[in-house]
């Protein structure tokens, strides 16, 4: 059982769906090993507040931590390029 609950943005689910299902299935348990509070690649964005990149291949993952509510929203979903635009 995940300690936090996860969530996408709506611009974040549609990215998920075009990715192939090889980097799909990497993301979830990127995703899953991160709500379980184990060690992934994360690192904090410059120049952001609270908010964070996960490094899945050629895939980055932008999320926000909720800890009063013990939630993740991931925010968005792209390639390394255009990720940070």
Known sequence: ???CEVEFSKD???AY???ANVYQSKIDIVIERLADKKMVD???VKGEKDIYRLRIGKYRILI???YNIKSILVI???SRGGIYK
Do not use: D, L, V
């Open 12 to 14: 974040a689910y549609k």
């Open 42 to 44: 994360i690192k904090p």
């Open 76 to 78: 968005k979903i792209g």
């Open 17 to 19: 769906q075009k990715i």
């Open 64 to 66: 926000k931590f909720f």
């Open 1 to 3: 059982m995940a300690i």
